[in-house]
């Protein structure tokens, strides 16, 4: 089986403006969730969709928003970019309730 | 957001050494996770604990449930120099068909040949 992929896996932008990335599951997974992480704050839980709905959601401002689409795939979307938004972004599958997420290669984004 | 809290932060030990690093937390959990993680790539999960004071291993790498459900350690015998990275620990809780995972610090590890 073909593992999560992501892409882009990097991504330069400016201030400002806004980015989409996206993410592809392991083949019969049902739940992608997103993380973000930085050296400062660590591995921090953006939101979980699971068949399509979003189920479970971070701590993070309402720039931050995602989707995802009836094959599973997911897109995570940022709106109006600031520097502190530069980070890892990683996504991460799982077969449903309480089964183990597999993480893919994440995206790094530098805000400029 | 939440952490938990992982110890040690970092460590330089010589090729063919054991390590131990562990993770505790006020909250429990109903499984515990360890990942590493290469520069510039995802977590890739080491080994799975589901049931309090399960020991399981994974070739060198051993790791354990605690009993509180509120920690766990991973053990690596005989470091070898492709065991350096960070080690993540997490925690699982999953109530009412929601889970919610809550990641360690993270240990970074330095194996010198």
């Known amino acids: 089986k073909a593992g999560v992929t992501q892409t882009p896996r990097y991504l330069i932008k400016t201030r400002g403006q806004q980015v989409t990335l996206s993410c592809s599951p392991i083949s019969g997974h049902r739940s992608v969730s997103w993380y973000q992480q930085t050296p400062g704050q660590g591995l921090q839980f953006l939101f979980e969709y699971f068949s399509e709905t979003q189920r479970n959601k971070g701590n993070f401002p309402g720039r931050f928003s995602g989707r995802q689409f009836s094959n599973s795939r997911s897109e995570m979307n940022v709106s109006t970019l600031e520097l502190g938004d530069s980070a890892l972004y990683l996504c991460?599958?799982?077969?449903?309730?309480?089964?183990?997420?597999?993480f893919g290669p994440g995206t790094r984004l530098l805000v400029l | 957001g939440q952490q938990l809290n992982q110890s040690p932060q970092s460590m330089f030990i010589q090729e063919g050494e054991d390590v131990s690093m562990n993770c505790t937390s006020s909250s429990i959990f109903n499984t515990w996770l360890w990942y590493k993680q290469d520069p510039g790539e995802g977590p890739v999960l080491l080994i799975a604990?589901?049931?309090?004071?399960e020991l399981t291993s994974n070739g060198r790498l051993t790791a354990q449930f605690g009993i509180t459900r509120k920690d766990s350690f991973l053990n690596i015998s005989a470091s070898i120099p492709s065991d350096v990275g960070i080690y993540f620990c997490a925690g699982r809780l999953t109530v009412g068909g929601y889970q919610k995972v809550t990641f360690g610090t993270g240990t970074k590890l330095q194996v010198i040949p």
């Open positions: 604990l589901y049931k309090a004071g």
């Open positions: 991460a599958s799982s077969a449903g309730n309480g089964e183990t997420q597999y």
